[in-house]
């Protein structure tokens, strides 16, 4: 993927753990301790640094997905991309029915881009249905985590569950999402 999504996993590390914690996790991975935004770097090393992470700051690799997701969501996103978020929707459902095009407009600026691809179900008045595809592995609690953040940033906390289904031909992944008003003035 991209250095930026690993730029972004050093940045949430280095916030929660220290940069001690983020040097032995990139020794551990074997991979360098900084990343270029624009450069692609084999998805492997994502996985290693997830790996190492795990490890050294002894959690569940799960666990610190669902954390980066949601870091990504409600730091990343409005920090470093907050016109194109801004661009794409104004709450989380209308964020994600135009985030298939939004990952489509940045393959302008990163040409290797592969990016995965949401279609978003709505099921009552709060209750949305994300059908996640992605050519990758293992990354489920990373879009929970994502989900549930783009709850908190929309003042709409999200509540998500996930099933795996192959009901319409493909096997993919679909997250039941129930957004609740915050009470936030
Ligand atoms: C706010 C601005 C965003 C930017 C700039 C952005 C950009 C990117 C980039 C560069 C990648 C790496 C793909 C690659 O290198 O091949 C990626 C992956 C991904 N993005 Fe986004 N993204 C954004 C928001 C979101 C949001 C809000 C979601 C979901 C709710 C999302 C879901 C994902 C997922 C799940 C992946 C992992 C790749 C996979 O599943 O195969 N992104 N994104």
Do not use: C, K
Request: charged share 20%; net charge negative.
């Amino acid at each position: 993927m991209y250095g930026l999504i690993n730029e972004a996993m050093r940045r949430h590390v280095v916030e929660n753990a220290g940069p001690a914690a983020w040097s032995s996790i990139a020794l551990r991975a074997e991979t360098s301790q900084t990343f270029a935004a624009l450069h692609y770097y084999d998805d492997s090393v994502t996985y290693a640094l997830v790996g190492a992470a795990s490890e050294v700051l002894d959690a569940p690799a799960e666990d610190l997905l669902r954390g980066f997701g949601h870091y990504w969501s409600t730091r990343v996103g409005p920090e470093s991309y907050g016109d194109i978020l801004g661009a794409t929707g104004t709450d989380v459902a209308s964020v994600l029915r135009n985030l298939d095009e939004m990952h489509a407009r940045l393959q302008s600026l990163y040409p290797e881009l592969r990016p995965p691809s949401f279609d978003v179900v709505e099921t009552g008045e709060d209750g949305l249905d994300v059908h996640y595809r992605s050519e990758r592995a293992g990354l489920v609690p990373f879009v929970v985590g994502l989900l549930e953040g783009l709850g908190d940033l929309y003042g709409t906390p999200a509540a998500v569950t996930h099933d795996a289904v192959a009901s319409d031909g493909t096997d993919h992944e679909v997250f039941h999402v129930r957004l609740t008003a915050s009470g936030a003035p």
